[in-house]
């Protein structure tokens, strides 16, 4: 290794600098479920990677506001009181597998698209309708769940043209201010929120419209909920950026204990994205160290399953699995970076940058297991040329109709091109087991590794030298663990 390309990283283990940031939700299907039969069995890593909170995916929790007997609630001339009226079979399912890792849950409560989207047209009976479905998963009503939901969301990209929401922007406003009355009637503390916008940097009625009328109409809102996907920078700074603009534009209407809630994130969002499974599983590292310092509160990628997409049946690429449930890097990356998050509590580390190699230490609370993550990732060349225009437009077909879309983008960082580190020197000190015995592994995920242990060793002292190759585009986890004299 050239000396000039080894990043040189240095940990203080033996003082925590804060607690780490729990942003590691995630969304998709993690298991068969009725209607959903043929996807594999991926619970397992779900758990490993010490998931927290998950969104509900919209083949579940669909409320529609017509008849679809796929809805939470199929058919509006039936009895809302009666649990008989409701479908609640397979968001059962999904629910006690999520429950089952010990994950919390984002409920999700929008149309299924595209075609289920128009506002309510009984606005008091769809309050009494939401209603119950909190309380089906929060008191039990109707066979179902004691506290196994703690978020609720209303909407769903309602700023995707017409796509998502076909009513008014006054007409979402009131569906949300009743789904948000009918969670505080059922317990005030539960969290809810939204409107999941699309478009965060975009002004307009789902952004300064949504927060002037629930201010005016002293509306709770818990958290405000956004989406954003890399497709057009593949910066990983890019959600720390727009929460900072977003954090601004809240603050500004007074909200400032309202949480920012990053509905989904990941490199890409488009079906038909192209990318390498290194490159990607990078990125995905180096996002989420980024987000520890940004101004979001809590995280969702997508997607953490196959792809699977059960309304348009295709594969969707986001997905971090193969068709049949086998790893790649995507889906080591996801592990690593779950059990980095997981230790708790955060300890000071230097070396890194911003620009893609990105590095982030912590602890476990009994001070027994040190867990440094590092991602070496590149933005690709293509991506750090100034646009004429930070603004990217494009058309959405919406049944015979072709609707033209504007998305704000951030400035392109021209000067983030990676320093090209070809490895790292890695220190460790003030172990806090002082000079007693310790063991180091080492995980690795990049073009030929998916997440698994590279090697192992033990030794005496309290500080720790780690040295390897690591180059673009890879993700590697240090792992030193107190042993048992």
């Not at 002037?212 to 890399?230: A, E, H, I, R, T």
């Not at 049944?399 to 704000?408: C, E, F």
């Amino acid at each position: 290794m050239t000396s000039d390309l080894i990043a040189k990283l240095s940990v203080n283990a033996g003082e925590p600098i804060g607690n780490m940031r729990q942003l590691h939700g995630t969304s998709g299907i993690p298991a068969p479920a009725p209607g959903t039969d043929s996807v594999p069995d991926i619970l397992d890593v779900w758990r490993n990677a010490q998931v927290t909170l998950v969104r509900s995916y919209d083949w579940v929790s669909r409320l529609d506001t017509i008849d679809n007997p796929t809805s939470l609630f199929p058919d509006w001339s039936a009895d809302p009181s009666d649990p008989a009226s409701y479908n609640f079979a397979a968001t059962d399912t999904w629910v006690g597998q999520t429950r089952s890792i010990g994950a919390n849950i984002l409920f999700t409560i929008a149309s299924e698209i595209p075609a289920n989207k128009q506002p309510a047209r009984d606005l008091a009976k769809y309050e009494q309708v939401v209603e119950n479905i909190v309380r089906h998963y929060v008191c039990g009503w109707g066979d179902g769940f004691e506290n196994a939901v703690s978020h609720w969301e209303f909407g769903d990209q309602p700023d995707f043209g017409k796509l998502h929401f076909s009513g008014t922007p006054d007409q979402f406003y009131e569906m949300y201010a009743a789904a948000a009355r009918a969670v505080k009637r059922v317990d005030p503390a539960l969290k809810v929120g939204g409107p999941c916008v699309a478009f965060p940097l975009n002004e307009g009625p789902f952004r300064e419209g949504f927060l002037d009328y629930v201010k005016q109409q002293s509306v709770p809102l818990d958290f405000l909920s956004w989406m954003w996907y890399g497709d057009n920078s593949r910066d990983p700074m890019d959600f720390r950026t727009i929460a900072a603009e977003v954090r601004a534009i809240v603050d500004k209407y007074g909200f400032t204990d309202t949480e920012l809630l990053l509905s989904y994130w990941s490199m890409t969002g488009i079906p038909t994205a192209k990318f390498e499974d290194f490159d990607n599983a990078a990125f995905l590292a180096a996002a989420a160290i980024y987000m520890q310092d940004s101004e979001v509160d809590k995280a969702i990628f997508f997607r953490a399953d196959t792809g699977a997409d059960f309304h348009y049946n295709f594969t969707d690429p986001a997905g971090i699995f193969e068709d049949d449930g086998s790893q790649n890097a995507r889906t080591g990356a996801f592990q690593l970076v779950g059990q980095t998050l997981a230790t708790t509590e955060r300890l000071a580390i230097t070396g890194g940058d911003d620009n893609g190699f990105a590095a982030l230490a912590g602890r476990t609370a009994d001070g027994d297991t040190i867990r440094i993550l590092i991602s070496n990732y590149a933005i690709p060349d293509m991506y750090l040329t100034a646009r004429d225009r930070d603004v990217f437009e494009f058309q959405v077909p919406i049944g015979d109709q072709k609707t033209d879309m504007s998305l704000n983008v951030p400035p392109r960082r021209v000067d983030a091109r990676s320093t090209g580190y070809s490895g790292y020197t890695l220190e460790i000190g003030h172990l806090p087991w002082g000079d007693g015995p310790h063991r180091v592994v080492r995980y690795r995920a990049d073009r030929d590794h998916k997440g698994e242990m590279l090697d192992s060793h033990e030794g005496r002292g309290s500080s720790v030298t780690v040295q390897n190759k690591l180059a673009v585009s890879g993700v590697e986890l240090i792992e030193i663990t107190r042993v048992s004299s």
